[in-house]
């Protein structure tokens, strides 16, 4: 007989408790959110330091704005599961893996825009596939749970990387303001000088079939080349600001992805003249000015509202199943006087065409300040302006009336680079008479005989369909777009005007400006003054990354062919037969228009039936008048399959107005389609 085995039975390990269970679920969250969420927003944000300078975020604010990227999210989903606990265990870990799909189909989205061609459902339906399987794999096997909650690790180091590594670092941890580093004195007298760079404007939109400034068109462009020496072969050396300004403002070739901050570039324009010269800098999406010697009277809008506003925006775009431009850049634009809070400048225009009196409420309100100190001054004073204009998003007429657009309306693809180049001409037409105003005020205080003047711009823009914009590929297919920028010195007590087609690069701007103002630049650049015997090498450098020029070959560019006016454009049309619709997205507007309000209706976006092939024009008319004819596209991702802007201000009333859209047969005669909203 034998003995009964004695002790205690074997069982089954006991299950975690709660906190532990819940704590395993909250790094699975957060591992998630990181990839999601935090990564590739802290990546954009972290290349754009411009983003942070344009809304002179403090460094408090861009940490509290880590802080809510990195734990918002994850605390609100993680929170809102927990609370799921309360229906039971099963309903906790239910809520869990619905979570988990709905995250990684977020992520899915992502990495597809990148490998894959899908857009839109199809890509959604693919992110919803890999959703749910890897939910399935993450219920089977305990290995993925385990990889995620390893992962959680990612999010605090993702914030790391930002503050200590990332360009926008400097933002976060400014070193001295580079105060101390001053210039030495040349001989002789100091004049003042006025340094006004515009952006995003390539020399050949301003110019005529024969190669020289289009005086019907920008008749004040024209007035400063009558005046002053055009150097007509001058580049940028960046098509990014973040990069082309400091390269402009230090003389020195790019070198690094630093943020256009003081701390990293000590040695610049202001710090050279700021020991002799009063310093009334006018800065956009730079702070190369020292706080120490620079005043910075009118800004955008600040805080950390707008950093939580625009970076929201941005995720929203990141994690879009359609294409979209992420770019912070997207949040520029210049403050209107009125939002400013700021006088309009003194004296009164003596042009009536201007409609000053009731546009200079749309005036960017650095062009006001700007206009506001060209006073005489007992010290020798720099006056710098670098104005977002005629920078997109385009918004103004060349009469300085403002209307609006949608935010996704294309800027490339058949037709709407057309449109956008359109864009981009009016509001050059509006920035010309800004140029009209400056140069007015000069010979209004005294200033502009004394003056040591000098206007350019940064960077173009390319308008090439399927090479829209200023990165690697616009560079290729349109250097001469995107490199080749205006740029005129006038010297002072210079009256006649002359060209220089010498290899201008714009590492040339700061020791050309010094020598003219006397002043002795301390440290080594890469530039040589205008002054100086040219450089022999005819080829271009030119930087799409820090560190690794582009050679660019050629010089003057040649002037764009312009196309030729549609027959159509001013004439007044009667009522010809109707054959159908057309909707009209902002049809609203035109039912109670006020010009004098400095607002119009001007863009004109909608689609046609499905019938109307691409290609077909439409003629889009204002109270009879046709002020526009563009073809039909393939519809874009909001579906619109046409846009017309309308330039000419004549053809609005007070009140009321009708549009009339008429497609364009291809005999020339018109059938009306009718307009609904």
Known sequence: MTRPVTGTAPTAAPAPPAWRAELALLLEVAALVGLTVTQPLLDVLGRSPDFFLFHRATAGQVVALLALVALVPTGTLAGLGALTRLAGGRVRLAAHRVLVALLLAALAVQVGREVTPLRGVPLLLLAGVVGAAGTAAHRRW?????????????????????????????????????????????????PPVVLLVLDELPLVSLLGPDGRIDAARFPHFAELAAGSTWYRN???????????????????????????????????????FGGLYDVRAQESITRLCPPSRCDQP???????????????????QLVAPVESRIDPEASYREPTAAEAGL?????????????????????????????????????????FLHLLMPHSPWTYLPSGARYESPDDLPDDGPGWADLGRQRHLAQLGYTDRLIGETLRTLRATGLYDRALLVVTADHGVSFTTGSQGRGMGAIRAAPDEVAWVPTFVKEPGQRTGRVDDRNWEHVDLLPTVAEAARIEVPWRVDGRSARQAPRQRAEKLFYDRPGQPVTLSGGVPAPPVPPAPHPLLGTTVGDPPTDGTVRVANLDAFRAVDPAAGRLPALVWGTVPDRVPDGTLLAVAVNGRVGAVVPVVPPDAGGRRFAALLTDDALFRAGPNRLHVHRVAPDGSLRRLTPVA
């Open 142 to 190: 305990r290995t993925p749970g385990r990889v995620l909650r390893v992962a959680a690790a990612g999010p605090p180091l993702f914030v790391a990387l930002f503050v200590l590594v990332s360009p926008a670092s400097a933002v976060v941890l400014p070193r001295d303001d580079g105060a101390g580093a001053g210039a030495a004195t040349g001989p002789g007298g100091h």
């Open 234 to 272: 001058a580049t940028g050396v960046s098509g990014w600001t973040p990069y082309a300004l400091p390269a402009m403002l230090t003389g020195r070739y790019p070198a690094r992805p630093d943020a256009p901050h003081y701390s990293r570039y000590p040695e610049n324009l202001f710090t050279a």
């Open 298 to 316: 009118s800004s955008p809008e600040q805080g950390l509202g707008v950093l939580v506003r625009s970076s929201a925006d941005l995720l929203r």
């Open 343 to 383: 006088d309009a400048a003194e004296p009164p225009p003596t042009d009536p065409k201007f409609r000053w009196d009731s546009l200079d409420d749309h005036q960017p309100a650095r062009f006001t300040r700007f206009l506001a100190d060209l006073r005489p001054a007992a010290r020798p004073t720099l006056h």
